[in-house]
């Protein structure tokens, strides 16, 4: 069974760098094949894509936020970690990893049960 | 990027009814579209792939059908618990765009 969750501060300042780790069991981000994605939610508005890491560790960004973010991964540890620099009130959101679904095929599931950030001074 | 647009984006439907959503790509993507259905406070949860595979454990009375750049959800008799928002996603590109949402609602 696959299960991710993730962590990291409910609380930013305008201009502070998120940090948010995401935490899975059930497959490994050695395995060929495998890669985890990040995706967030505004309240009450759509997803948005983020980032997504695979097991050969290529790496991609959404465009228009790619300049402020950064996904690696740990392996040894079953983590990926998404940083989001220059944080702004506009990213108050909750935050959610995902398994993505094989090989490239870029569907995701299952997802972890999110995690609100809030951005404020 | 490529836009994913959903019709509607919301919808009021009784139970037992036959729903159906649209998802409209700008441009072609094969039959890389996929669905996800999100109730309130929780994650999404994907339904269908690749535009018509079933994912599994989700009910058969739902279906996707679809190709190039016109796609629907077909949910066949609603069910109580079906009664959530559903969101397409395009994954022909390296940059992963979500629709924005169809929120289906009970009458």
Known sequence: QITLKESGPTLVKPTQTLTLTCTFSGFSLSTSGVGVGWIRQPPGKALEWLALIYWNDDKRYSPSLKSRLTITKDTSKNQVVLTMTNMDPVDTATYYCAHEGGGYDNWFDPWGQGTLVTVSS | ?107
């Open chain 2, 1 to 107: 990027d490529i836009q994913m647009t959903q019709s509607p984006s919301s919808l009021s439907a009784s139970v037992g009814d036959r729903v159906t959503i649209t998802c409209r790509a700008s441009q072609s993507i094969s039959s890389y579209l996929n669905w996800y259905q999100q109730k309130p406070g929780k994650a999404p949860k994907l339904l269908i792939y690749a535009a018509s595979s079933l994912q599994s454990g989700v009910p058969s009375r739902f279906s996707g059908s679809g190709s190039g750049t016109d796609f629907t959800l077909t949910i066949s008799s609603l069910q109580p618990e079906d009664f959530a928002t559903y969101y397409c996603q395009q994954s022909y590109s390296t940059f992963v765009t979500f629709g924005q949402g169809t929120k289906l609602e009970i009458k």
